[in-house]
């Protein structure tokens, strides 16, 4: 069995800062990308970024120079910083990573989501 567990959210003003904690645990061999989904009310779950074993990134438009990502593969953890933030990212935000389970066999897991909510 392998669980992400997501913290961090919460809710914040306009313009303040939340940072994302993502852990992955269990039979776990070695992570690929591992990355950050957002989904508004009403809205398709997107892509918010994501970050590959080797540290290359990759952002939504909305969120470039605003939100980084960072992970530490010895933790088998993703940090999703947010600053600057608007009430448009007000959203359920989710985790996910490409695990290579101890089979050698890769799954796609999700985290259960955690609230962001920014306030006007």
């Known amino acids: 069995q392998v669980q992400l567990v997501e913290s961090g959210g919460g809710l914040v003003q306009a313009g303040g800062s939340l940072r994302l904690s993502c852990a992955a645990s269990?039979?776990?061999?070695?992570?690929?990308?591992m990355g950050w989904y957002r989904q508004a009310p009403g809205k398709q779950r997107e892509l918010v970024a994501s970050?590959?074993?080797?540290?290359?990134?990759n952002y939504a438009d909305s969120v470039k120079g605003r939100f980084t990502i960072s992970r530490d593969n010895a933790k088998n953890t993703v940090y999703l910083q947010m600053n600057s933030l608007k009430p448009e990212d007000t959203a359920v935000y989710y985790c996910?990573?490409?695990?290579?389970?101890?089979?050698?066999?890769?799954?796609?897991?999700w985290g259960p989501g955690t609230q962001v909510t920014v306030s006007s």
């Open positions: 996910n990573a490409g695990v290579v389970r101890t089979t050698l066999i890769v799954y796609d897991y």
């Open positions: 269990g039979r776990i061999f070695s992570i690929n990308a």
């Open positions: 970050i590959t074993t080797g540290g290359s990134t």
